[in-house]
Antibody
Framework: QVQLVQSGAEVKKPGASVKLSCKAS????????IHWVRQAPGQGLEWMGI????????NYGQNFQGRITMTRDMSTSTVYMELSSLTSQDTAVYYC??????????????WGQGTLVSVSS | QSALTQPASVSGSPGQSITISCTGT?????????VSWYQHHPGKAPKALIF???KRPSGVSNRFSGSKSGNTASLTISGLQAEDEADYYC??????????FGTGTKVTV
């Protein structure tokens, strides 16, 4: 079955970087975009960016330009999202989600379990 | 890239129908038929209910339906049930292969 398994919770200090992983299984890795979405405490969902696993091309949300990097490792079917210059405002649950738009319908049809990132001094 | 505008909360009685609006601009909702809707129960991963304005993924109840007019998309939940109590988010493709979520709506049954 389709699974997106994310890395574990992180605790970071302000100014640090965090790199999260999202390991895909149960489907053809290169046929689906991967999005990253986050939810801060008490806030709504916020779109962060998208990566095409086949070619590695990326697009990022304006709020994250300059401090977000998405990469992928085709040998392990894993996508990474690195966010730098962390502040307390980056405390959130981060999700990865699959999108079949490359070959068909456009929706985030499978989601990872989420990773809590806490930023505190 | 501002969030799409949704009402903060909507409530209804069991069996009733409710509609949640999602207002964007000509750069997102108004220009693309790539609006999707997600149900989010606290502590769980979001679940896709509607994609491409009005299509339902396999396994999603036909009590959920979507539509769009101009810059505003809508999600209707008919035959409201207790388990529909959750947060709901719209999401639209925007320019340059980016996306934007709505502000979210808390549905109370």
């Amino acid at each position: 079955q389709v699974q997106l398994v994310q890395s574990g919770a992180e605790v970071k200090k302000p100014g640090a970087s965090v790199k999260l992983s999202c390991k895909a299984s149960g489907y053809i890795f290169t046929s689906y975009y991967i999005h990253w979405v986050r939810q801060a405490p008490g806030q709504g969902l916020e779109w962060m960016g998208i990566i095409s696993p086949s070619g590695g091309s990326t697009n990022y949300g304006q709020n994250f330009q300059g401090r977000i990097t998405m990469t992928r490792d085709m040998s392990t079917s894993t996508v990474y999202m690195e966010l730098s210059s962390l502040t307390s405002q980056d405390t959130a649950v981060y999700y990865c989600a699959r999108d079949p738009r490359l070959t068909g319908d456009s929706l985030l049809d499978n989601w990872g379990q989420g990773t809590l990132v806490s930023v505190s001094s | 890239q501002s969030a799409l505008t949704q009402p903060a909360s909507v409530s209804g009685s069991p069996g009733q129908s409710i509609t949640i609006s999602c207002t964007g601009t000509t750069s997102d909702v108004g220009s693309y038929d790539l609006v999707s809707w997600y149900q989010h129960h606290p502590g769980k991963a979001p679940k896709a209910l509607i994609f491409e304005v009005s299509k339902r993924p396999s396994g999603v109840s036909n009590r959920f339906s979507g539509s769009k007019s101009g810059n505003t998309a809508s999600l209707t939940i008919s035959g409201l049930q207790a388990e529909d109590e959750a947060d709901y988010y719209c999401c639209s493709y925007a320019d340059s292969n980016t996306y934007v979520f709505g502000t979210g709506t808390k549905v109370t049954v």
